[in-house]
């Protein structure tokens, strides 16, 4: 039996398993049969495509955690000077009340007796109560603000705590997806040689992004100098990349801010129907892939992207999966 019959049953009955564990893939290629490496390479992104939103959601979770974080460090921020004036009015208001009501009606006699006049006793009267009503006032409005930053945290703190398990369990998936496709991968290189990360798909051509000062330029020719960075499943540079964190990164470097989550990338940007060097690509119907068009090769637009573990940031034709739209970033 042939090297490539070898590794394309193994190729198979990997496929069959990973569909089982994770997300119900259907049969591959049949056992009897000999494909071809584009074969291979059609069930390797028919698995990937089945995979890849658990990825975009990982990052959604992930992304949701920082955001949370950030906003819980805030909100704490502004508890701290909340939580000192509170204190130091009610030690005032306990002074005031200790000096001037600690003895009831004997201290009014006793100011009425020092004051000179009835006159004079009556103002004085009134400004002690106007200057204990006032910290009062303060307490009760600095003790609103606290309670409801407080209750603010409250929430957040329940918020983080439900995205950190959601968090945790998804990077436990991450560990079983990421092994799942390395093996795959290497089953991969074992059918048709290491003659590089593409396959049949391969474009041998230089990234044609146009160096130029506006942002998706910037943004395109930061993305072409990742080519060959590895593919790692929430990460976003500057070593290695998944298919938004290297939109994210590249786009950061034009001085654009976005998420490390698809959809919420394709929110953020406005479409566009005919895509411009550095414009963003969006594939599938949940727009669970994403890469930055950077021109064309042979007539055919091409990208720049992060396709999936076991692989490289690397150019590909973007007719080879179904478009959902072109965004602009700027």
Request: charged share 20%.
């Amino acid at each position: 039996m042939t090297p490539l019959r070898t590794a394309s049953r193994t190729l198979t009955r990997a496929l069959v398993l990973v569909a089982a564990m994770l997300v119900g893939v259907a049969p591959a290629l049949p056992a009897h049969a000999e494909p071809s490496i584009s074969e291979i390479e059609a069930e390797i992104a028919k698995t990937w495509e089945k995979l890849e939103p658990l990825v975009e959601d990982y990052n959604k979770v992930h992304s949701e955690l920082v955001k949370l974080q950030k906003k819980a460090a805030g909100l704490e921020t502004k508890l701290q000077p909340l939580r000192l004036t509170v204190e130091v009015t009610r030690t005032r208001v306990g002074v005031i009340a200790a000096e001037y009501y600690k003895g009831g009606r004997s201290a009014e006699v006793n100011a009425l007796l020092s004051s000179g006049s009835p006159k004079q006793f009556a103002d004085q009267l009134m400004m002690l109560q106007q200057i204990a009503h006032g910290k009062q006032e303060q307490i009760s409005a600095t003790s609103e603000a606290k309670a409801k930053y407080d209750g603010e945290k409250a929430t957040l703190d329940k918020a983080i705590a439900d995205t950190k398990l959601k968090d945790a369990d998804l990077a436990a998936k991450k560990k079983v997806i990421e092994g799942e496709m390395s093996r795959l991968q290497k089953l991969r290189t074992q059918a048709y040689g290491t003659g590089g990360s593409g396959g049949s798909l391969k474009i041998g051509a230089a990234c044609p992004a146009q160096m130029g000062s506006g942002k998706g330029q910037t943004a395109a020719a930061w993305a072409c100098k990742q080519i060959s960075k590895p593919y790692v499943w929430g990460a976003a540079g500057p070593s290695s990349f998944d298919c938004s964190g290297l939109t994210q990164w590249a786009y950061g470097k034009a001085g654009v801010s976005l998420t490390h989550y698809t959809k919420d990338q394709w929110g953020e940007t406005t479409k566009v129907s005919t895509p411009a060097v550095g414009d963003l690509v969006f594939f599938y119907g949940d727009l669970h892939h994403v890469g930055m068009y950077v021109g064309t090769v042979n007539g055919r637009r091409v990208m720049v992207h992060a396709p999936h573990t076991g692989d490289v940031v690397r150019m590909q034709y973007i007719d080879v999966m179904p478009v959902a739209g072109y965004r602009r970033a700027y």
